[in-house]
């Protein structure tokens, strides 16, 4: 059974930072796409950040990058998101994702495992 434990949320003044990690186990991790998605209230799930299986290509939502760096430690099954120059628009549920191969998607249907997410709160 996979399993995807977010953790490093929390509330943070706008211009501070953050780094978000996911715990993965339940299937050979180093051989999927990872990613991470956001959800402000009253909003769609979008995405924010994917890092291939092998963690040699990126993949950042427009408006996020620069800002925040996607990495992966597959000796140990973790992934991170490093958040910097936070917004309150930044504000939101964020949510680790496995995907359903080695290929580095951007939506929500290219992944098929979900954490159960961490809050983020940027107060301006």
């Known amino acids: 059974q996979v399993q995807l434990v977010e953790s490093g949320g929390g509330l943070v003044q706008a211009g501070g930072s953050l780094r978000l990690s996911c715990a993965a186990s339940?299937?050979?991790?180093?051989?999927?796409?990872m990613g991470w998605f956001r959800q402000a209230p009253g909003k769609e799930r979008e995405f924010v950040s994917a890092?291939?299986?092998?963690?040699?290509?990126?993949y950042y939502a427009d408006s996020l990058k620069g800002r925040f760096t996607i990495s992966r430690d597959n000796a140990n099954n973790m992934v991170y998101l490093q958040m910097n120059s936070l917004k309150p628009e930044d504000t939101a549920v964020y949510y680790c994702?496995?995907?359903?191969?080695?290929?580095?998607?951007?939506?929500?249907?290219?992944?098929?495992?979900w954490g159960q997410g961490t809050q983020v709160t940027v107060s301006s």
């Open positions: 994702a496995g995907g359903r191969t080695y290929y580095i998607g951007r939506t929500k249907d290219d992944y098929n495992y």
């Open positions: 890092i291939s299986w092998k963690g040699s290509i990126t």
């Open positions: 339940g299937r050979t991790f180093s051989n999927y796409a």
